[in-house]
Structures are given as C-alpha cells and as structure tokens.
C-alpha cells in the first residue's frame, strides 16, 4: 500500500495554539474554593474577606470560560473540526457526565450512610444502649431531624448536669416550592426534547422558542430555589448548622442548584447560538452536550425529591 493511500485513511485532527486559559481557570477555581470555604466559616484568609477571594474567583471563571466558549464556538464556525474531533467530544462530555454521576453519588452516600448507621448509633441500636442510655436518655432518633440530641455530659457542662439543646428547626415540605420545582424541570427536560427535535427536523424556529423556554425555566427553578433557601433560614430556622440534616440539605440541593446555574447558562448560550443560525442537523454536538447535561440535572433533581424532601 503506498504511502499517500495510507495517509488518506487518516482524518486531520485539529490541534489548538497554547493557551493561558487552563492556567487562569484553575486560580479562579482556587479563589471560589478559598473563598467559599472562607465566607461560610466566617473566616478571613491572607487578611481578606472570604467573600472577596469568592467574587474574584467568579469574575475570573466567568471571564475564561467566556474567552474559551467563544474560541470554540470559532474553531467550530471555521470548520476546523472533523469528525474524529466530533466523536472526541462526545467521549469527553460522556465521561464528564459519568463523574458527575460519581460526585453525587458521594453525597447521596453520606446522606444514606447517616440515616442508615449514624441515627440508629445515636440510639442504641449497636451498642446495647449503652452509649444512648449514658449521652442521649429520652432521644428518639427520627428522620428528618428536627433537633440536636442534646448529650447529658458535655466538656463544659458540670458532671451530672444536663447541656442546653443546641437548636430546633422546622423541616421543608416535599409538596410546596419542592414540587413546583420538580414540575419546572420535568417540564424542561420536556421542552428540550422539542426542540432537539426541531434541530434534526430543520424547524429553526421551533428551535429558538423551545431551547429558550426551557433556558427560561431554569432560571424560574433558581428563582424559586432562592426564596426556599430564604424561607428555610428566616421562617424554618433551617440553616447549614442546623446538625447534620442541615448540612446534608443544603449540600445536595445547593450543588444541584450550581448544576442548575450552570445548565442554565449553557441554555442560554445555546438559545443565542440557534438564533444566530448555528447547528445543522449533521453538526451539532454543542447543542447535544447540552442536552445531556439539562437531562442529567432533572434526573439528579428527582431523585433529590424523593430522598431528601419526600422520604
């Protein structure tokens, strides 16, 4: 076989230019952890406010995230890509996926592993009683939890005198703002069907309406996620110290809520991308990662209802 015939099995696979950008986006990921950790414990680091190092972190993420989508979008436009490059990506964003998976995975993890061993250690169940009898006597373990067990014995309490109960809260329904919000996102994953569909079927605008409502309906989700947060720590007392429930809450819905955020975002991008024209129905693997991810999310989101708000 001579050499020209076998260099033509071959596709051209493109290669970008170096870039600064990997560099930037891991110090603007160090400040969003930084800062993060820094505001929710009330602590400053280097002498700055947590809630500074957290802002430059964003505006940095934002500012390379926004410089890299827009390099790709050329690269994309300029037809640079080829269809090696296109199963690449579909690799990369199934794989990315699939970590994701892992990552809630973890905390649906820890959330089983307290209610399954941590509430029935507090009660007695794996050492006669003994430690319940002695630390918690009169604490029924239930989930959800609505107070800290207070122990009897306590490093600042006196021998025999009882410590004071660390706090109370109230618990949020599965069948208020947690319902509307698993009818917003089951509706999404509905509308982002349509106009997936659209996009093979060349009805462009059918495309541009449905991927915007459903961009349009993410935000609603984070609108009224943020008035359930609000609720939850004006009216319900339900707050990230409210003992371990409260951290596990908060935790599972506000790293779905940044999920959401995210989604969103590429939603709308998408949403501006479609009305300008872009995809075709042989070429669209940045709507399709889209779509992937919004589907993902909602899957995520249901199973959130059913273990966190209704069981």
């Known amino acids: 076989m001579s050499e020209q015939t076998n260099n033509s099995e071959y596709e051209n696979?493109?290669?970008?230019?170096?870039?600064?950008?990997?560099?930037?986006?891991?110090?603007?990921?160090?400040?969003?952890?930084?800062?993060?950790?820094?505001?929710?414990?009330?602590?400053?680091?280097?002498?700055?406010?947590?809630s500074l190092w957290l802002i430059a972190g964003i505006v940095i993420l934002i500012g390379m995230l926004s410089t890299w989508w827009k390099s790709t979008i050329k690269e994309s436009m300029s037809g640079l890509y080829s269809a090696q490059m296109s199963r690449s990506f579909r690799q990369g964003m199934?794989?990315?996926?699939?970590?994701?998976?892992?990552?809630?995975?973890?905390?649906?993890?820890?959330?089983?592993?307290?209610?399954?061993?941590?509430?029935?250690?507090?009660?007695?169940?794996?050492?006669?009683?003994?430690?319940?009898?002695?630390?918690?006597?009169?604490?029924?373990?239930?989930?959800?939890?609505?107070?800290?067990?207070?122990?009897?014995?306590?490093?600042?309490?006196g021998i025999g005198e009882k410590a004071a109960n660390p706090g109370s809260w109230n618990i949020i329904g599965a069948w208020g703002l947690p319902a509307i919000n698993t009818a917003i996102l089951l509706t999404s994953s509905w509308t982002l069907t349509i106009a997936h569909h659209a996009l093979l079927e060349k009805n462009r605008s059918t495309l541009v309406l449905f991927t915007s409502i459903t961009a349009f309906l993410g935000i609603i989700f984070l609108g009224l996620q943020a008035v359930e947060y609000y609720e939850a720590?004006?009216?319900?007392?339900?707050?990230?110290?409210?003992?371990?429930?409260?951290?596990?809450?908060?935790?599972?819905?506000?790293?779905?809520?940044?999920?959401?955020?995210?989604?969103?975002?590429?939603?709308?991008?998408?949403?501006?991308?479609?009305?300008?024209?872009?995809?075709?129905?042989?070429?669209?693997?940045?709507?399709?990662?889209?779509?992937?991810?919004?589907?993902?999310?909602?899957?995520?989101?249901?199973?959130?209802?059913?273990?966190?708000?209704?069981?």
Do not use: C
């Open 13 to 50: 696979y493109y290669v970008p230019e170096k870039s600064k950008l990997p560099f930037i986006g891991s110090i603007g990921l160090f400040f969003t952890a930084v800062g993060a950790g820094s505001s929710i414990n009330g602590q400053a680091f280097w002498g700055l406010p947590g």
């Open 94 to 157: 199934m794989w990315f996926i699939t970590s994701e998976v892992m990552f809630f995975f973890a905390f649906f993890g820890a959330l089983f592993y307290i209610r399954a061993f941590v509430l029935p250690l507090l009660g007695g169940d794996f050492n006669g009683g003994s430690t319940h009898d002695q630390l918690f006597p009169g604490y029924t373990p239930t989930w959800p939890m609505t107070e800290t067990p207070s122990p009897d014995f306590a490093p600042n309490v």
């Open 233 to 311: 720590y004006t009216h319900y007392g339900l707050t990230l110290q409210s003992g371990v429930y409260g951290s596990t809450f908060f935790l599972l819905t506000g790293f779905h809520g940044m999920h959401v955020l995210i989604g969103t975002i590429f939603l709308i991008v998408l949403s501006l991308r479609t009305a300008k024209g872009h995809f075709t129905p042989q070429d669209h693997f940045a709507y399709e990662a889209g779509a992937w991810y919004w589907h993902f999310v909602d899957v995520v989101w249901v199973f959130l209802f059913i273990f966190v708000y209704m069981m």
